[in-house]
């Protein structure tokens, strides 16, 4: 089934402490791209990548890495998070341009909250 | 700047009736591409529809039609004899894109509710 992968799906921490939260998809696709939703704010892009080894800043990149090492895998590292950081997750991903699909599939979030 | 307005941050509908969600756009690109996603109770995101910017054509799906208008940078969708399993927050989006990449804007969302 193709599909984006997201763990853990809940996560309660404590501020400072690092964690890592886990994307995956097995569509092949290229570009891959994380979001967070907080109410009344909508969906905001935090980071996103073209390609392995390409990523690039969203609107609101602050306290948070990614990396992109292998093409299905695009994890969102949050090194020191804070309780701003609270709030839900999205991955998603997306062919290249070149399929002309424009449309972004989405992982099933992971509800963060930081104590 | 680009931008997208969900202005209704709340409808309420009984069952049968039919709904509008509104989505106003903003972006000088000439190329550009919308959609509409649905999230359900359960969270997720659902696509529903994309539309590239040139083309106008209206699309109906069932129940689901939305009405593409350039002159007013409007993207509504409406719901025909709505049901409860409508109720969801629904979002607008929009992406443009610049030297192959793309940037994705996303509205507030607006959370309908059908009641039975």
């Known amino acids: 089934e193709a599909q984006v992968t997201q763990n853990p799906r809940y996560l309660i921490t404590v501020t400072g402490k690092k964690l890592t939260v886990t994307c995956s998809q097995n569509?092949?696709?290229?570009?891959m791209s994380w979001y967070r939703q907080d109410p009344g704010l909508g969906l905001r892009q935090i980071y996103y990548s073209m390609n392995v080894e390409v990523t690039d800043k969203g609107d609101v990149p602050e306290g948070y890495k990614v990396s992109r090492k292998e093409k299905r895998n695009f994890p969102l590292i949050l090194e020191s998070p804070s309780p701003n950081q609270t709030s839900l997750y999205f991955c998603a991903s997306r062919p290249g341009l070149a399929e002309r699909i424009y449309e972004q599939y989405f992982g099933p979030g992971t509800r963060l909250t930081v104590t | 700047a680009q931008k997208v307005t969900q202005a209704q941050t709340e409808i309420s509908v009984v069952e049968k009736e039919d709904v509008t969600l509104d989505c106003v756009y903003e972006t000088r690109d000439t190329t550009y591409y919308l959609f509409w996603y649905k999230q359900p109770p359960s969270g997720e995101l659902v696509f529903l529809i994309r539309r590239n910017s040139f083309d106008e054509q209206n699309e109906i799906s069932g129940r689901y039609s939305w009405n593409f208008q350039k002159s007013t940078s409007s993207f509504n969708f409406t719901i025909t004899a709505s049901q409860v399993v409508d109720s969801a927050v629904y979002f607008c989006a929009l992406a443009v894109g610049t030297s192959g990449t793309y940037k994705y804007i996303f509205g507030t969302g607006t959370r309908l509710k059908v009641l039975a």
């Open positions: 569509m092949n696709h290229e570009y």
